[in-house]
């Protein structure tokens, strides 16, 4: 071959070589240009911290426990570290057990595992076992009660005797007022600090918060406890069997020169409107009662807690009673809204491990504090979880896919923090690995996340105040008037009906409300815009509040009202709202969440049934995400089709996340 021919095969093979790697690379580019995970992501869901790990509840860690090999060994059950507390043996004042949990402290920092500070023995919280009324009996939680019988039909005796005081599973035990200021400051001047004065140098590094648990303001009945379990709960205090129940409310001695500073009139003239009358001077007069005593809740107990945590660097968390209805939540706490925004970290108790009760009750338990964490300007939201009702009713332990399926619906929702009563001993190790690593997995991506829910649901406790009318027997809604059934049924029922339409909303109260600008026809509180708001049957707006709303609605918002109490609600335009959430077919038990991280959109779809679904997600043409799968870690890639559809499967009992670029 001649030199010139050599030359131009050789230049024709570097040409198709060159050809080719072109090729090639433009090929890698086109897959690469597809989403990815950041890279601090990505390692954060190959291998969860122990921040985004779940927490053990151990009450009084045992001294065979304590030391380096005790805290290693729930390491490497996967958990992130321990909620815990002195031992309930000799409460707060014995030595030896102040030296083990300085040692389980200790052996926490060694091991990188996070302590929260339980601040009870047992429950309900404020108690301080007994020793704040052993300072100081007239510290006990106050009810004027109202027996129309007698001459004088009006008397104040302690709120012990047909309460959660004296009715709960731990014990049955006399209780201070939350809303007394001295009493409080006395509960935490007996547990907060006295955990300071003895492990300060671990608060804020090891020590990263404090967990209160279940207070109440006690002056309502809400029914006895089962026989089976009555006769098995401790009496710390015997109950007197000549207290009949009676209807009451909560007191205060400075409560009457509060109501007046306030209002500018006296309560003790017309106190019998708190129990009966229709009038609207009485409606007025209760009111004012009860917005009186949310304040004072959330000052005088929540937000002393608050400002004591504040002061020694670590977090104020934990949950209330009763949280499944908005009409115990009048007697109970006032506002229980406005008291969860008093935490840095507000949270709920989560008593099943059955998926699906996130469609019935759940949504409003997991809503309340992560609508509080929104508006206080924070992210982080606890449950304390557990299988409880499993296990009374016998069907315990709840199984791992019950156990992650029923975190993710609560992360969908805003849960960030997990607290567990889960019994580990019951379970395979690997088993409880698994389920820590799937809570660690969901919070990698989503603990960082900032919420994006479209919607909001009016939560209508202003019209709840001058309809709440205190009972004598067990509190229930039957024994409430039809406006005030039909206001709770409306809102519960829309709630319901959002979360089954995957429509990820806050619940907003009317103060908050009335503090909202309208710019660029959407309503933005505390730093997030909403599209739309839906308002229960009944409800009568305050005029700050009224004025919001009827601006929005004229600036082109949406604002959806459901007059009739029969949710005739369009709740396909509601759900429009809502369009990279949209399900076809729809389907009542997958539940979504919405969030934005580093300016990428991120979507949760938990399938809380125990059947498959299959079905697609409407999220734009041509667009692509990235598919997560907590429960082993695997990572995705799926596009839309022209039609801006995805298809989605998601087995029974799990989750997958969505990440946009």
Not at 116 to 145: C, F, M, R
């Amino acid at each position: 071959m001649r030199f010139n021919e050599r030359f131009f095969v050789h230049g024709a093979l570097v040409l198709l070589c060159s050809l080719i790697c072109v090729q090639a690379q433009k090929s890698a580019a086109s897959i690469d240009d597809g989403p990815r995970l950041p890279s601090e992501w990505a390692a954060a869901w190959q291998n969860p911290g122990a921040d985004l790990r779940p927490l053990q509840i151990v009450h009084g860690v045992p001294a065979q426990q304590a030391d380096d090999a005790g805290m290693a060994a729930l390491k490497d059950l996967g958990l992130g570290g321990i909620v815990c507390n002195v031992d309930f043996n000799q409460y707060m004042v014995s030595q030896a057990h102040w030296e083990t949990l300085t040692t389980a402290v200790e052996a926490c920092r060694k091991a990188g595992l996070v302590v929260w500070i339980y601040d009870e023995d047992g429950y309900p919280s404020a108690a301080a076992g007994g020793l704040v009324l052993k300072q100081n009996p007239s510290y006990e939680a106050l009810a004027l009660t109202y027996d129309p019988s007698r001459p004088e039909p009006f008397a104040l005796r302690p709120a012990y005797e047909h309460t959660h005081a004296s009715n709960n599973y731990y014990a049955a035990r006399r209780y201070p007022n939350l809303i007394d200021e001295p009493a409080i400051r006395c509960f935490i001047e007996l547990t907060h600090q006295a955990y300071w004065d003895r492990l300060k140098d671990y608060f804020g590094t090891t020590i990263k918060a404090f967990f209160t648990d279940e207070p109440s303001l006690m002056a309502v009945n809400i029914g006895p406890l089962p026989d089976d379990v009555r006769t098995k709960v401790r009496v710390a205090d015997p109950l007197d069997p000549n207290v009949r129940p009676l209807p009451s409310v909560p007191w205060v001695r400075d409560l009457p020169e509060q109501y007046r500073k306030r209002y500018g009139e006296d309560l003790l003239p017309v106190r019998k409107s708190l129990f009966e009358g229709t009038s609207d001077a009485d409606r007025r007069v209760r009111r004012q009662f009860w917005s009186l005593i949310a304040d004072l809740t959330a000052d005088r107990y929540f937000g002393q807690i608050h400002r004591w945590t504040q002061a020694h660097r670590v977090a104020s968390s934990g949950h209330m009673l009763w949280e499944e209805t908005p009409l115990h939540q009048v007697p109970l706490e006032g506002n229980a809204l406005k008291v969860l925004m008093q935490m840095d970290i507000p949270g709920l108790d989560m008593l099943s491990s059955d998926p699906e009760a996130v469609i019935h009750s759940g949504w409003l338990t997991a809503t309340l504090p992560a609508s509080a964490a929104v508006f206080n300007g924070g992210r982080r939201v606890m449950t304390e979880v557990s299988d409880f009702s499993q296990t009374m009713a016998g069907r315990g332990p709840a199984s791992l896919g019950e156990m992650q399926a029923t975190a993710a619906w609560q992360a969908a929702l805003g849960v960030t923090e997990f607290t567990l009563y889960y019994g580990y001993r019951q379970r395979q190790p690997d088993d409880y690995r698994r389920y820590c690593e799937y809570v660690g997995r969901l919070n990698a991506v989503l603990r960082e996340a900032k919420f994006a829910p479209s919607a909001l649901l009016y939560y209508p406790i202003y019209d709840l105040w001058p309809e709440y009318l205190p009972v004598a027997e067990k509190l229930t809604q039957d024994s409430q008037s039809r406006r005030l059934q039909e206001i709770v049924n409306s809102f519960q029922g829309l709630g319901q009906r959002m979360l089954r339409r995957q429509v990820p909303f806050e619940l907003v109260d009317h103060e908050l409300l009335a503090k909202a600008e309208i710019r660029d026809g959407e309503l933005w509180i505390a730093g997030y815009p909403f599209a739309a708001i839906v308002l229960p049957a009944h409800v009568e707006l305050p005029e700050p509040a009224a004025s919001i709303v009827n601006r929005f609605k004229t600036e082109g918002g949406k604002v959806f009202s459901d007059e009739t109490a029969k949710a005739k609600i369009d709740f396909d335009s509601l759900a429009a709202c809502s369009p990279d959430t949209r399900l076809t077919p729809a389907n009542e038990r997958i539940v979504a969440g919405r969030f934005r991280r580093d300016g990428r959109d991120i979507c949760i779809l938990v399938n809380v049934a125990a059947t498959p679904y299959t079905g697609a997600l409407t999220i734009g043409a041509d667009s692509q995400r990235l598919i997560l799968h907590p429960e082993d870690g695997r990572v995705e890639r799926a596009s839309a089709d022209a039609s801006g559809k995805m298809a989605v499967t998601i087995p029974p009992r799990s989750a997958i996340l969505l990440v946009a670029r």
